[in-house]
């Protein structure tokens, strides 16, 4: 293996990062919308919703690539590989936060919303002033979990022909015979960018900590 | 200090008529009247599971009354003026703006400071000057006590506190009428005084209060008028010496008797 294969895996990695970066960037909060839709009972809405996320979360990563791909040209939508992935990991991730945001919302403490209708708050500033700024805290370790998991799934696109950090690795293995330092390589990569994703969170949650001490 | 007016004459701030509430088969309220007038407190007793609460609920429309007619100075709450439309959530929430509501379980919000708690409806809903609203809000801590917690968070603080706080936020709205309801009832007996203290000050500086209670003492030496419920109906209503040294019906004279003996 040479350094030309490192620089090649790592190119890989910055694939991955992007577009799971991408895929979270749109999934965060478009589960949420789809949350509050559930959370306020819209109807026909809700129950759309519903359906969506029993079949997409049910459904693996590398068939829904495919589907994507493949099947949406049929019905006269079709789109490049990587629009494909992105949108593959985003209706996925999506559906897991929504289930993270429904259960933050559920779990919303319903006498402090009393207390915000009481004292004159219509629906959107209720929403924006005292139970997102709340729920954000209590599902963000959900949340960033989902987006380890979804780094993770993301080697599922290369079915598309894309080259992530995975297919990258395994191209160099089948090249040199040699398939173990490339995969070291590979898991070296992912623990990196999974330890940034959950450093960020610890650091949120430090922050939140000291906001609370000084308070005292 | 603002002299007791004649409450005879005071403009009514409040009068709810006929209300009505049921929840599934089980009826809690039946046709219930009340007036409250300018400055008067108004105090709603009665045993546990008689409705004061829901009814109170109903007075700024938490509770949707399923009939009857609740007028702030004059104006519908919860049904528009042209015909029997229901109101949207935004107009219910513009006319809740003046009526400022104590609950029995503080429902302070825990991520905001005690001072922000204070400015979060003035500010977001009223949208008023923020300096403005700043010297308020520490001038109505400092009223009720606790300017030193102005910057702590709600769950650092006892329940006393925590109410005090429940209340200079109710204030800080600059409302027409407070409700209370069972603004005691959650408190470690040592922390009633400090609460009933400050809404004994308000009920003298001439503030509209309803008032769901279980605190007799309070009752008979603040209110102006007492309104006795049981299951759903109003049993009993008027000037606390009455209520008090004269019940005139059994089920009153049964209810006192139990506070007494305590």
Redesign the interface.
């Known amino acids: 293996m040479t350094w030309y294969d490192v620089y090649a895996i790592f190119q890989g990695a910055v694939f991955t990062v992007a577009i799971s970066l991408a895929s979270i960037v749109i999934g965060l909060p478009l589960g949420l919308g789809f949350a509050l839709i559930r959370w306020s009972r819209i109807p026909v809405l809700d129950r759309i919703v519903v359906v969506y996320v029993s079949v997409i979360r049910a459904s693996p990563a590398v068939t829904l690539a495919l589907l994507i791909f493949f099947a949406l040209p049929v019905v006269g939508i079709s789109m490049g590989a990587v629009t494909a992935a992105i949108v593959t990991l985003t209706l996925s991730t999506a559906t897991f936060n929504t289930e993270i945001w429904r259960g933050a919302l559920m779990s919303f403490p319903s ?2 919303l ?10 959107a ?1 209720r929403f924006r ?2 139970v997102f ?2 729920i954000l ?1 209590s599902a963000l370790p959900a949340l960033v979990n989902e987006m380890t998991l979804q780094v993770k799934s993301s080697p599922a696109i290369a079915v598309l022909g894309l080259v992530d950090i995975t297919r990258a690795a395994s191209r160099v293995g089948a090249r040199t015979y040699d398939p173990l330092p490339p995969f070291v390589v590979a898991l070296v990569l992912y623990s990196l960018i999974v330890a940034v994703f959950v450093m960020s969170q610890r650091f949120i949650e430090r922050r939140r900590a000291a906001e ?1 001490e000084a ?2 | 200090m603002i002299p007791p007016m004649d409450a005879a004459e005071a403009p009514v701030v409040l009068a709810a008529h006929g209300i009505s509430k049921s929840f599934g088969a089980n009826t809690v309220l039946t046709d219930m009247e009340l007036t409250v007038r300018k400055g008067e407190t108004v105090c709603l007793l009665g045993p546990s599971g008689s409705g004061k609460s829901t009814f109170l609920r109903c007075l700024n429309w938490l509770e949707e009354p399923d009939a009857g007619s609740v007028l702030l100075k004059g104006q519908r709450i919860g049904v528009r003026a042209s015909g029997n439309i229901v109101m949207s959530d935004g107009e219910l929430a513009a006319i809740r703006t003046r009526i400022g509501m104590v609950f029995q379980h503080f429902a302070l919000w825990p991520h905001l400071t005690v001072l922000q708690n204070v400015m979060e409806a003035p500010i977001h809903v009223q949208r008023r000057d923020k300096a403005e609203v700043r010297r308020e809000a520490e001038a109505l801590l400092e009223r009720v006590g606790i300017a030193d917690k102005a910057g702590q968070y709600p769950a650092r603080l006892s329940g006393g506190q925590k109410q005090r706080v429940g209340i200079a936020r109710a204030l800080a709205m600059k409302p027409d009428l407070l409700l209370f309801d069972e603004p005691t009832s959650a408190l470690d007996p040592e922390l009633v005084g400090e609460v009933l203290a400050v809404m004994k000050d308000l009920a003298r500086e001439g503030m509209t209060m309803v008032v769901v209670t279980h605190e007799m003492a309070f009752a008979r030496d603040v209110a102006s008028r007492v309104v006795f419920l049981d299951r759903g109906r109003i049993v009993e209503s008027g000037s606390p010496e009455e209520f008090f040294t004269r019940p005139k019906t059994d089920r009153a004279k049964q209810f006192l008797l139990r506070y007494s003996a305590q």
């Open positions: 006498d402090q009393e207390s915000a209708r009481a004292f004159g708050m219509p629906r500033l002033r005292i700024p709340q805290h609370l308070a005292r």
